[in-house]
């Protein structure tokens, strides 16, 4: 029968949740690397055994580590992530240069198809790439070093490249999410970007249509469908046909139109989730209902999936990179809050129960599914 | 021999338990102390201090013969209580946040 796994960080650890197929009964393991803050971990799509986990504290700096059974024993691998050449400045939060300085890594993103390839996305915003199953990190300083790079300005929870979508009909494609600098795509592996923003309009920048500076939390594609991209903004749900090129709003009915995550259901391309959040002041679910929102045209009609999920004094948070779909027969969905639980529906989001409430503030949710 | 106490957190990373041992052969320094700490360990390189600057991290500290030692350069002696291993040099994370 087939098993889930499903791979928690937190603000004080790492926990890995598995289940078989039916998803009723879960075990709960870890914390791993208890006390320090996991910002993401991630399974290799070519080799499920093979994880890869970002580890970090402010006390102790950046740590990779690396699992190579798939999370019962670790290894710390290479923490280098040295910028390519002088890197420069970007703007600072009140418009003056800054040097870019590496603070962590926020995103790790395994190669569809080379257990040993993964990139690492990281604040100050860069992309890495390492070939060596971790050891050795470089940068990918073509995404850095564009035109548009020193104007590039922290979000609220600093400068981060924190979303790496790569394409598997083309492995020269690559999109990557800045916040709060906006989408880039590249068409030959990592080497050139460009910013692939237009049809973005955010009221808080000077220009609101700029072609770059736009915060954007998540963007999610479906694997057989790569052309299409659905992004959460800081405000607004939006969708691209043209792989970036144009976008256009897809809010429709949502309550608010402010949140972090959005991903696609495993098998419907048009089927699309969020977690409308009140405000980019208030980070808790409008009137303390948490309710996931669930789209089966792809975008602009929603509907609110609330069956296990609290309605009422609720005031917890869904950060960006903490929710995920697995690819079983009927598509789980699982998300994590900043409150410690860990959501999971087997029925595409009908209904939820919590598989743990009280874990350390959750950063990122993935799952794995196993034969 | 060089005694030196780690943070838990790096104990753990480092695999260890209670104080380390290194040997230098040359002056002891808080440089030399680290390079032998991260030659034998290497897991704990960039998490003393930054790996291109060489710099302290901000929140590490180093202690030894009740002294805060952290504003040392890191080419001066270390005190000759720490370089003949009757006292240990003490690695601490300080004492921030909740």
């Given at each position: 029968?087939?098993?889930?796994?499903v791979?928690?960080?937190?603000r004080?650890?790492?926990?890995?949740l598995?289940a078989?197929?039916?998803?009723d009964?879960?075990?709960?393991?870890?914390?791993?690397?208890?006390?320090?803050?996991?910002?993401?971990?991630?399974?290799?799509?070519?080799?499920?055994?093979?994880?890869?986990?970002?580890?970090?504290?402010?006390w102790?700096?950046?740590?990779?580590?690396?699992?190579?059974?798939?999370?019962?024993t670790?290894?710390p691998?290479?923490?280098?992530f040295?910028?390519?050449g002088?890197p420069?400045?970007?703007?600072?939060?009140?418009?003056?240069?800054?040097?870019?300085e590496?603070?962590?890594?926020?995103?790790?993103?395994?190669?569809?198809?080379?257990?040993?390839t993964?990139?690492?996305?990281?604040?100050?915003a860069?992309?890495?790439?390492s070939?060596?199953?971790?050891?050795?990190?470089r940068?990918?300083?073509g995404?850095?070093?564009?035109?548009s790079?020193?104007?590039?300005?922290?979000?609220?929870g600093?400068?981060?490249?924190?979303?790496?979508l790569?394409?598997?009909?083309?492995?020269?494609?690559?999109?990557?999410?800045i916040?709060?600098?906006?989408?880039?795509?590249?068409?030959?592996?990592?080497?050139?970007w460009?910013p692939?923003?237009?049809g973005?309009?955010?009221?808080?920048?000077?220009?609101p249509?700029?072609?770059v500076?736009?915060?954007?939390?998540r963007?999610?594609?479906?694997?057989s469908?790569?052309?299409?991209?659905?992004?959460?903004?800081?405000?607004?749900?939006?969708?691209s046909?043209?792989?970036?090129d144009?976008?256009?709003?897809?809010?429709?009915?949502?309550?608010?139109?402010f949140?972090?995550?959005?991903?696609?259901?495993?098998?419907?391309?048009?089927?699309?989730?969020v977690?409308?959040?009140?405000?980019?002041?208030?980070?808790?679910p409008?009137d303390?209902r948490?309710?996931?929102?669930?789209?089966?045209?792809?975008?602009n009609?929603?509907?609110?999936?609330?069956?296990?999920?609290?309605q009422?004094?609720c005031?917890?948070?869904?950060?960006?990179?903490?929710?995920?779909?697995?690819?079983?027969?009927?598509?789980?969905?699982?998300?994590?809050t900043?409150?410690?639980?860990?959501?999971a529906?087997?029925?595409?989001?009908?209904?939820?129960?919590?598989?743990?409430r009280?874990?350390?503030?959750?950063l990122s949710v993935e799952?794995?599914t196993?034969? | 021999?060089?005694?030196?106490?780690?943070?838990?957190?790096?104990?753990?990373?480092?695999q260890?338990?209670g104080?380390?041992?290194?040997q230098?052969?040359?002056?002891?320094?808080?440089?030399?102390?680290?390079?032998?700490?991260?030659?034998?360990?290497?897991?704990?390189?960039?998490?003393?201090?930054d790996?291109?600057t060489?710099?302290?991290?901000?929140?590490?500290?180093?202690?030894?013969?009740?002294q805060?030692?952290?504003?040392e350069?890191?080419?001066?002696?270390l005190?000759?209580a720490?370089?003949?291993g009757?006292?240990?040099?003490?690695?601490?994370?300080?004492?921030?946040g909740g």
């Amino acid at each position: 029968m087939s098993q889930v796994r499903v791979l928690v960080g937190t603000r004080k650890g790492a926990f890995i949740l598995t289940a078989d197929g039916t998803r009723d009964q879960w075990t709960v393991n870890g914390p791993h690397f208890a006390g320090w803050e996991i910002y993401h971990v991630k399974g290799s799509p070519a080799d499920p055994a093979r994880l890869y986990a970002s580890q970090s504290t402010s006390w102790f700096g950046q740590v990779v580590q690396r699992s190579d059974d798939g999370g019962r024993t670790w290894q710390p691998v290479g923490n280098t992530f040295t910028y390519d050449g002088v890197p420069g400045t970007h703007q600072w939060y009140d418009g003056t240069p800054h040097p870019w300085e590496f603070a962590r890594v926020w995103h790790l993103e395994p190669s569809l198809t080379d257990p040993d390839t993964v990139y690492a996305g990281v604040e100050d915003a860069g992309l890495f790439r390492s070939t060596d199953g971790g050891r050795e990190w470089r940068e990918l300083s073509g995404l850095r070093r564009h035109d548009s790079g020193s104007s590039w300005q922290p979000g609220a929870g600093g400068m981060c490249l924190h979303t790496i979508l790569l394409d598997p009909t083309d492995p020269a494609r690559i999109f990557i999410a800045i916040s709060a600098a906006g989408v880039f795509r590249s068409e030959d592996a990592g080497t050139t970007w460009q910013p692939v923003n237009r049809g973005l309009r955010s009221e808080g920048i000077p220009d609101p249509n700029a072609g770059v500076g736009h915060c954007v939390h998540r963007i999610a594609m479906h694997p057989s469908r790569p052309d299409v991209l659905f992004m959460q903004k800081h405000w607004d749900v939006m969708r691209s046909d043209d792989r970036g090129d144009s976008w256009h709003e897809v809010s429709g009915n949502l309550p608010t139109d402010f949140g972090f995550p959005i991903d696609v259901h495993a098998h419907e391309p048009e089927t699309v989730y969020v977690v409308p959040i009140t405000s980019d002041s208030e980070h808790f679910p409008p009137d303390g209902r948490l309710r996931v929102y669930r789209s089966r045209t792809g975008g602009n009609e929603w509907e609110g999936l609330t069956a296990g999920l609290p309605q009422k004094d609720c005031y917890v948070n869904v950060l960006r990179d903490a929710m995920a779909v697995d690819s079983l027969d009927s598509c789980g969905v699982y998300f994590g809050t900043t409150g410690g639980q860990v959501y999971a529906s087997a029925d595409a989001g009908d209904s939820w129960s919590p598989i743990v409430r009280d874990l350390p503030a959750v950063l990122s949710v993935e799952v794995q599914t196993l034969p | 021999m060089i005694r030196v106490v780690l943070p838990a957190h790096l104990r753990t990373l480092a695999q260890v338990s209670g104080e380390v041992q290194v040997q230098l052969q040359g002056p002891v320094t808080q440089r030399e102390v680290l390079d032998a700490l991260e030659a034998r360990y290497p897991m704990l390189r960039g998490t003393i201090r930054d790996q291109v600057t060489y710099r302290r991290r901000p929140f590490v500290r180093f202690f030894a013969c009740e002294q805060d030692l952290s504003h040392e350069g890191p080419d001066a002696p270390l005190p000759d209580a720490v370089a003949s291993g009757a006292q240990p040099l003490l690695v601490v994370g300080a004492m921030a946040g909740g």
